[in-house]
């Protein structure tokens, strides 16, 4: 029964990750002396999450249309990102948004709480 679930859980995921691609919006648009501020703000950023996880991909589309080069890395079993997230950030939920400081690293959990915290220092 579980691997019923599993199976219907990610056509459904890769169903709305192929809606979300053909139905994105426009990019943010900036002159180019602002979007290579936003780069060097972002360069030190990366979203932890799971191609077809419906949280992850509201992330991901709000990330677009802010035109924010964040990298994604993917968290599923096996790969070293996975690993990274539960031994630096804690546990492994997605998305988390890592943000590298000099203070050190902060783990953003949650879609909401990651968009608004882009939302107010990009948007």
Not at 85 to 99: A, F, K, S, T
Request: proline content about 2%.
């Amino acid at each position: 029964m579980s691997f019923i679930l599993k199976l219907v859980r990610n056509v459904l995921g890769y169903i709305i990750a192929t809606l979300d691609w053909l139905t994105r919006g426009k990019k943010q648009q900036r002159s180019s002396e602002q979007q290579a501020f936003v780069e060097a703000q972002t360069s030190n950023m990366a979203l932890y999450q799971f191609f077809a996880c419906p949280f992850c991909i509201k992330t991901r589309r709000a990330i677009h249309k802010m035109n924010l080069p964040i990298e994604t890395r993917n968290a599923t079993v096996g790969s070293v990102y996975r690993q990274e997230l539960e031994q630096q950030g804690g546990e492994i939920q997605v998305p988390c948004l890592r943000i590298q400081t000099v203070k050190g690293d902060e783990w953003l959990y949650e879609s909401s709480e990651i968009i608004a915290y882009l939302q107010q220092r990009f948007a």
